[in-house]
Nanobody, 114 residues
Framework: QVQLVESGGGLVQPGGSLRLSCAASGSIFSINVMGWYRQAPGKQRKLVALITQSGSANYADSVKGRFTISRDNAKNTVYLQMNDLKPEDTAVYYC????????WGQGTQVTVSS
């Protein structure tokens, strides 16, 4: 079992920045891929970014050049630096880990509004 706890969401104005963090605990030795998904009201959950244990990352087209995912394996933590935020980035952001099964955090709200 893997537990994921997110932090760092909040309200920010368009053009602003936020950094999300997700700390993993439990069977962390089995974690391979970690990342972030988001779900806007009335829409399906979608991929934002993923990163492997070796640091290889991939991003949704909508966030390329604005978001950066990183991972500290020593702290079992994955980060999402979000810059130049837009109103369409408003969503609940979920931390994700694959460790033989899919694991999800509880979600953290990000609201981009003036």
């Amino acid at each position: 079992q893997v537990q994921l706890v997110e932090s760092g969401g909040g309200l920010v104005q368009p053009g602003g920045s936020l950094r999300l963090s997700c700390a993993a605990s439990g069977s962390i030795f089995s974690i391979n891929v970690m990342g972030w998904y988001r779900q806007a009201p009335g829409k399906q959950r979608k991929l934002v970014a993923l990163i492997t244990q070796s640091g290889s990352a991939n991003y949704a087209d909508s966030v390329k050049g604005r978001f950066t995912i990183s991972r500290d394996n020593a702290k079992n933590t994955v980060y999402l630096q979000m810059n130049d935020l837009k109103p369409e980035d408003t969503a609940v952001y979920y931390c994700y880990a694959y460790a033989g099964s899919d694991y999800w955090g509880q979600g953290t709200q990000v609201t981009v509004s003036s």
